[in-house]
Every structure is written in structure tokens, then in C-alpha cells.
């Protein structure tokens, strides 16, 4: 009897000191193991008279299952301490400035994006998309340009295979698909930009087949032609981080607007760089005007109660005036030098209180 309780009271502590995994399956092996001393116990049993086994087999029997509860115990406390351990050693301080500078960079066009994104929203418009592959309803019909009109000539559109049904899905060639399902899914008020890739048949320094533009749309019920030149004013002043810009205005034509117009933001060319916010010369920035009524029917909005405003402007273009990037082409070409040079730092994140660039 005595005998068990010693017995017991060392397995204890070799329990309760065991220090990890090994040294606990060594206790185990000692005392539950084919040779271990609670087994050979057991091994008597059948050796006892039956008076004896009656009397010994519950407390040899009792102190096997207090070791084993105990042994599972103490195994899932190494196990928990070996956890926080890892833990631990494996906490990162993710407040803590980078140490490795990040390689990659971000690419001018999703800078000027970000930017102009920051500004828009900070003048309360939210941000709208598109897909890329459009129907020929939403990027021309639409937006007043049906089958046989001339100005789909000047789109190089790039076509899929036609349908089952005979329509032909396309490349976007602008934006201005993205007002017609803003339209079409919203009541007025409404305010949003659309930036985004834009495809045309078309390759040379200054046009790339696939190409970025951003598109802004207002539809109130008092929208007028001031309001857009404001907005317009103060996009630009915010994005060439200039107080103010002259801007000007001239006709122009575009199927889905009336009146339509050029968009000049007044600049200064002289000394071979370009500069914003003075000098006599003009640069054309956008194309824009009022959107056109039967736009706003075909799109299931009231031109008798409704009117606005829509502009688009090509976003690779902002990016090249803005840093000073003379040739398009390698835009899109991946070469690591040139996004090395031209790149923006993964962490300057553009906003209109932390500054739009550096
Ligand atoms: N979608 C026109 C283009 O790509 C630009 C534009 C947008 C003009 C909105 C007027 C209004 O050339």
C-alpha cells in the first residue's frame, strides 16, 4: 500500500517536471510502458488469490488512471507553452517602420489615378466601374451613337466574334460606357468618376492600344455648364498642386453631349518644360459638355426634370505632364528600370490631407 503511494508521489513529480514532450513520454514509458513499474504492478494481479486481487485491483487499477489523467494534463500544458512560445518569437510589430525597402513600386498611371480619385472624392463624387469587355449598346447605341453613325469610325473599335444572337461584344473604346450604367442603376442626384482601361486600334509615342481614362458624371436637376467648369478648375488646380489654373473652354462635338466642349487649362511652355498655373498657352486637358437628352432617355432618365454634365480626360497623359514623362510606349512594357525611375513608393499613398505627391 505504501508501496503505491510512493510510487504515486514520484511519478508525480516526474510529471510535474517534465519539461517538454521527451521528457514526458519518458515518464510515461517508465510507468505505463510494457515494462513500466504500473504495469508490472498490474502483471501481479494474476498471480493473487482472489481476495487479494479484490482488494489490490481497484487501487493498482486507480493509480493507472491518475497517472494517465496525469501524464494528458501535463502533455497539453507543454503543448500550450510550446504555442505561446512560438508565439511569441513570431510576433511582428507591424507599427514599426519597414526595414526592408520595399522593391516593387507603384506605377505612374495608378499614382495619377489615386490621385485624381483623392481629389474627386474629397469634391464628393464616388468612384464607378465598368467592364472591360462592353456591348456595342452601352459603349455606342446609347450614348447616341448608333450603327452606321460616323463617329464610330473614329474609335478603331477592337471587336470580339459576334454572338449567337448577332451582337458583338468590343473593347471599350471609352469610359463614357460606365455613365450609361450609372444611369441605368441609379435615380439622380448623381456624382461619380469612372477610371479605367480604354482599348483602340491605335499604336504610336503618343497612343497605346490599351490606354486609361477617367470619366465624370453629374446629373442633377439644376446641373449647368459653370458647374463643370468649376469642378474641372478645381481638379486641376488640386492635381498640378498649383493654386489656381486658368481654364477655357471651346465647342466641340461629341455625339453624347450638347453643347459640347474642349477643355484648355492655361500653361507655359516656355524653356522646353511645360509648367501649370501661368503663362500664355493652352493645353487641352479633356473633352466634356452637357449630357445630350436623348443620352438621358436611353438611359431611363427624365430630360425634363434632369440635366448634367460629363467629362473625360486621359489618365496616362495627366500622368506624363504631371512627372514629366516623355514617351508613352514604355508605360506599358514592364521594363523594371523604368519602374524604378518613374515609380512612386508603395507607402505615399495620395490623399488631400497627407499631400498628393512628394
Ligand atoms: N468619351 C469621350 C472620348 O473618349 C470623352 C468625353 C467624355 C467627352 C464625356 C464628353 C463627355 O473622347
Not at 489523467?69 to 510589430?93: F, H, M, P, Y
Not at 520595399?102 to 474629397?122: K, L, N
Not at 449630357?291 to 486621359?314: K, N, S, T, W
Request: glycine share 8%; proline share 7%; with cysteine.
Amino acid at each position: 500500500m505504501s508501496d503505491l503511494n510512493a510510487l504515486e508521489t514520484r511519478l508525480s513529480e516526474e510529471i510535474a517536471n517534465a519539461r517538454d514532450e521527451a521528457a514526458l513520454e519518458a515518464v510515461r514509458v517508465g510507468a505505463l510502458g510494457k515494462k513500466g513499474a504500473i504495469s508490472e504492478l498490474l502483471k501481479t494481479l494474476g498471480s493473487m488469490s482472489p481476495d487479494e486481487r479484490k482488494a489490490q485491483g481497484p487501487l493498482i487499477n486507480g493509480l493507472r488512471d491518475r497517472v494517465a489523467n496525469a501524464l494528458a494534463a501535463r502533455k497539453s500544458e507543454i503543448e500550450t507553452a510550446a504555442l505561446d512560445n512560438r508565439l511569441a518569437s513570431e510576433r511582428i510589430d507591424i507599427t514599426l517602420p519597414a526595414q526592408d525597402v520595399p522593391r516593387g513600386t507603384v506605377h505612374p498611371v495608378s499614382q495619377v489615378q489615386a490621385e485624381i480619385t483623392a481629389i474627386m472624392a474629397s469634391l464628393g463624387f464616388s468612384v464607378a466601374e465598368g467592364p472591360d469587355i462592353e456591348s456595342d449598346d452601352y459603349n455606342f447605341t446609347r450614348l447616341n451613337i448608333p450603327a452606321e453613325h460616323p463617329a464610330r469610325q473614329m474609335h478603331d473599335t477592337f471587336y470580339m466574334k459576334p454572338q449567337a444572337d448577332g451582337s458583338r461584344p468590343l473593347l471599350r473604346t471609352h469610359t463614357s460606357p460606365v455613365q450609361v450604367r450609372t444611369m441605368l442603376a441609379n435615380k439622380p442626384p448623381i456624382r461619380i468618376i469612372a477610371p479605367g482601361r480604354t482599348y483602340r486600334c491605335d499604336s504610336d509615342a503618343t497612343h497605346s492600344p490599351m490606354f486609361h481614362q477617367v470619366e465624370g458624371l453629374v446629373i442633377d436637376e439644376s446641373t449647368h455648364l459653370g458647374h463643370l467648369k468649376w469642378v474641372l478648375e478645381e481638379l486641376c488646380s488640386a492635381f498640378f498642386e498649383v493654386p489656381h489654373v486658368a481654364m477655357r473652354l471651346r465647342p466641340s462635338y461629341f455625339p453624347f453631349t450638347e453643347p459640347s466642349v474642349e477643355v484648355d487649362i492655361q500653361c507655359d511652355r516656355s524653356g522646353g518644360k511645360i509648367k501649370f498655373g501661368e503663362g500664355k498657352d493652352w493645353l487641352e486637358i479633356a473633352g466634356a459638355g452637357m449630357v445630350h437628352p436623348r443620352v438621358l432617355e436611353m438611359c431611363g432618365i427624365d430630360p425634363a426634370r434632369y440635366q448634367g454634365f460629363a467629362f473625360g480626360m486621359g489618365l496616362d497623359r495627366l500622368a506624363m505632364l504631371k512627372y514629366s514623362i516623355p514617351d508613352l510606349r514604355p508605360f506599358f512594357e514592364s521594363d523594371f528600370r523604368w519602374l524604378k525611375h518613374y515609380g512612386f513608393a508603395a507607402f505615399d499613398i495620395p490623399s488631400m490631407e497627407g499631400g498628393l505627391s512628394r
